[in-house]
């Protein structure tokens, strides 16, 4: 059975190397880069599973590389970062980041939430090879199984995570959603304080779709409680 390869994309060395020695231990095959440009060179090379990334790294940095990451691939991208604010922890779940953490870290808790995001990952291509319908309404085309969305023909690009929380919404229509639970199905993680990110991505998410051109909306938000699919 193959090893799940992890890759560590962080240029100080020795936050690196106590990443990796607790990887290792765990049973993970390890890859380090010290900078951006090896570590995309990393991940066009081999067959990496999950991403540990820094954002302040040298040639590029970690949102260049989240950026150069999502055009082709879909594996987990964990950020370790020292830059604390929300602004910086919503930006990079934006790009397509899975997770965000902050320096200085546990590794008890880094190790842990590897472990999380390798299960939903795992989980996610399960149910993926299954079989599934495409979803139409109002002139979106929802293609789960290549995970493509197009409005009245035209491709809209969305990041994993729109495109999770807009495939949650669509194939319940009309069930609403609070937040929490938005959070906990589409991040796989228990909820804690990521009311502020899930409305993120429903606004950007929105815009994408055109609502504000449109005088039906696909997301229909419920006041007080949360969001909902409106055919």
Do not use: C
């Not at 820094?54 to 879909?74: F, L, S, W």
């Not at 999380?116 to 399960?126: C, D, G, I, P, S």
């Not at 929105?206 to 006041?223: A, G, M, P, S, Y």
Request: aromatic fraction near 10%; avoid cysteine; charge should be negative.
């Amino acid at each position: 059975m193959k090893r799940i390869s992890i890759l560590i994309a962080e240029d100080e060395a020795e936050i690196s190397d106590l990443i990796a020695f607790h990887l290792e231990k765990e049973g993970y095959q390890v890859m380090k880069a010290y900078d951006g440009e090896k570590a995309l060179e990393f991940i066009e090379t081999y067959s990496i599973d999950l991403v540990i990334l820094d954002i302040m790294m040298p040639k590029m940095d970690g949102y260049e590389v989240t950026r150069a990451i999502r055009e082709h691939h879909n594996m987990p991208i964990i950020f370790l970062s020292a830059k604390t604010s929300d602004f910086d922890k919503v930006q990079g779940l934006v790009l397509g980041a899975d997770d965000y953490m902050t320096k200085p870290f546990t590794t008890i808790e880094l190790v842990a939430r590897v472990n999380a995001q390798l299960r939903r990952f795992m989980q996610l291509n399960t149910a993926k090879n299954e079989a599934k319908t495409k979803l139409e309404s109002g002139g979106l085309v929802i293609l789960p199984e290549e995970r493509t969305v197009t409005l009245y023909g035209e491709a809209i690009d969305l990041t994993p995570k729109e495109f999770d929380i807009l495939y949650l919404l669509a194939s319940h229509p009309k069930k609403v959603f609070n937040v929490e639970n938005i959070f906990e199905r589409v991040w796989g993680d228990a909820y804690f304080e990521g009311a502020n990110t899930v409305m993120v991505h429903i606004r950007t998410l929105r815009k994408k779709l055109q609502e504000d051109k449109r005088k039906n909306k696909f997301i229909k938000t419920v006041w007080g409680v949360g969001y909902t699919f409106h055919e």
